[in-house]
């Protein structure tokens, strides 16, 4: 006879998925590891202890955006953190002010942090990172993404201060 207690890992999976903080996402994210999960009264429970249950997460929450600037002509790899940033990367759309920033699944960590390539937005100017998830509405980062011109390959003016040499 086997006097073990019997721990109930399909609930400590759950309640230990996404460990200091509340983070919807990352919870229905797991359910490719076997982790049959869901989220209900704002945790990460066993799915057989939510009900009614659904699948619907609240909005993505973008706390650190880096680097915070790129050349116009696009192709700056931006890394974007925070939460409840979906719950794998086929849901999930990014932008800077209307400009498509083409999403890196490989770099793509559920729900807390992605990777996206800017594109081309043609002209300066400064937006915030929108990040969208299917279903669970948009996120707007506080910090902003400059779009700037290069000045790189352009020859500085030439200017001739002779009396610096005397």
Avoid at 35 to 50: I, K, T, V, Y
Avoid at 56 to 78: D, F, N, R, W, Y
Wanted: glycine share 10%.
């Amino acid at each position: 006879m086997d006097d073990s207690p019997h721990v109930d890992l399909s609930r400590w999976r759950c309640t230990t998925v996404a460990v200091g903080s509340r983070d919807c996402s990352q919870c229905w994210g797991r359910e490719g590891q076997g982790h049959l999960c869901g989220w209900c009264d704002n945790s990460c429970r066993p799915r057989d202890d939510c009900q009614p249950i659904t699948d619907q997460c609240p909005a993505p929450e973008i706390h650190k955006i880096s680097p915070l600037s790129g050349p116009v002509e696009g192709g700056t790899l931006v890394t974007v953190q925070g939460r409840n940033l979906g719950k794998r990367a086929s849901v999930v759309d990014v932008s800077i002010g209307g400009v498509a920033c083409s999403l890196l699944p490989d770099r793509y960590s559920v729900s807390v942090e992605l990777v996206c390539v800017t594109g081309g937005s043609g002209s300066d100017f400064v937006a915030a990172v929108r990040v969208s998830v299917l279903h669970n509405g948009e996120g707007k980062s506080d910090e902003l993404f400059s779009y700037l011109r290069s000045s790189l390959g352009k020859k500085p003016p030439l200017r001739c201060d002779t009396s610096a040499e005397r």
